[in-house]
T-cell receptor, first 115, second 111 residues
């Protein structure tokens, strides 16, 4: 497809399980972002990649959260030992270039529920 | 980045212009104003951005006051598909990559 694709669309995990969320950005887009959106709140920044380099991970809430983009295209957000407070929608966005004013294209997100 | 203030909710009749206000009274000279919207169960969608001049594109118009302390997003002929949460965001040009969304304005278009 032409847009940002995220999978799975929904994920249910038991507390303590590890999860992996996938993002396929728009082909050729250099920049990739992960955001976390709690129920009723706006999205909050997690991390930013430029190609394969993770240039900003200041928003990752704990060392249980890890993101990678090894070949500069697909990205995976991994959450280890999930907790109930990790329940949220995880949004991925991509941007064609590196100019900060270029618009971001968001996927529809992965809704994570930790029981 | 400057803080923004938006009304939590607004209604607008279908076919009328929807005017969404945003207050950013602490904005500095090198901070841009961005608008994104989020339709239910979708990711945010870029609408428009500007620095100090009014801007218009195929989706909307952005009117920024002369002192830049507030702005208005105008959807000229609202349709039911414009029902969404609208986020006004202020960010420094050349600053970090983070967009700070806040809680936005929930716009409901009434048939």
């Amino acid at each position: 497809g032409a847009g940002v694709s995220q999978s799975p669309r929904y994920k249910v995990a038991k507390r303590g399980q590890d999860v992996a969320l996938r993002c396929d950005p728009i082909s050729g887009h250099v920049s990739l972002f992960w955001y976390q959106q709690a129920l009723g709140q706006g999205p909050e920044f997690l991390t930013y990649f430029q190609n394969e380099a993770q240039l900003d991970k200041s928003g990752l809430p704990s060392d249980r959260f890890f993101a990678e983009r090894p070949e500069g295209s697909v990205s995976t957000l991994k959450i280890q030992r999930t907790q109930q407070e990790d329940s949220a929608v995880y949004l991925c966005a991509s941007r064609r270039g590196v100019q900060i004013n270029e618009k971001l294209f968001f996927g529809s997100g992965t809704q994570l529920s930790v029981l | 980045d400057a803080k923004t203030t938006q009304p939590p909710s607004m209604d607008c009749a279908e076919g009328r212009a929807a005017n969404l206000p945003c207050n950013h009274s602490t904005i500095s000279g090198n901070e841009y104003v961005y608008w994104y919207r989020q339709i239910h169960s979708q990711g945010p969608q870029y609408i428009i951005h500007g620095l100090k001049n009014n801007e218009t594109n195929e989706m909307a118009s952005l009117i920024i006051t002369e002192d830049r302390k507030s702005s208005t997003l105008i959807l000229p002929h609202a349709t039911l598909r414009d029902t969404a949460v609208y986020y006004c965001i202020v960010r420094v040009a050349g600053g970090n990559e983070k967009l700070t969304f806040g809680t936005g304005t929930r716009l409901t278009i009434i048939p």
